[in-house]
């Protein structure tokens, strides 16, 4: 798993790819997030376009994702899963508290 960041009208965009199986890249994410919070960067996307796989941990660390920034007064959405990985948002209902996009795009422009 790897991430990288890049900014979309004032909108902090995380790439993530590889799979999402929690462990060390729950403490790297945590610590992009808080670099990003000093940076006064509080509207985040998350792209799960390059993401294949999922799991409980994985899905732990988005929401743990999105927990650090609504604390400290921003917001996290998610862009762009596949089919199989959006499933596990919607049947665990983790859709009902983080918002899922198809694009990022989509997912950018709902922030204005």
């Known amino acids: 798993m790897k ?9 902090t965009v995380v790439k993530m790819e590889g799979n999402m199986l929690g462990g060390p890249e729950a403490t790297e994410l945590n610590s992009a997030l808080h670099k990003l919070l000093d940076a006064k960067k509080k509207m985040i996307v998350v792209d799960l376009a390059d993401v294949q796989v999922m799991n409980s941990s994985g899905l732990g660390m988005l929401i743990g994702a999105a927990t650090t ?5 921003g917001n996290l959405k998610i ?8 499933q596990v948002f919607k049947i665990t209902k983790v859709s009902n508290v983080i918002e899922l996009h198809e694009t990022v795009k989509g997912a950018v422009e709902s922030y204005s």
Do not use: D, L, Q, Y
């Not at 991430?3 to 909108?11: L, Q, W």
């Not at 920034?69 to 007064?73: F, L, Q, S």
């Open 69 to 73: 920034m609504r604390n400290a007064g």
């Open 79 to 86: 862009a762009g899963a596949a089919e199989k990985v959006a």
């Open 3 to 11: 991430f990288s960041t890049k900014e979309m009208h004032s909108v």
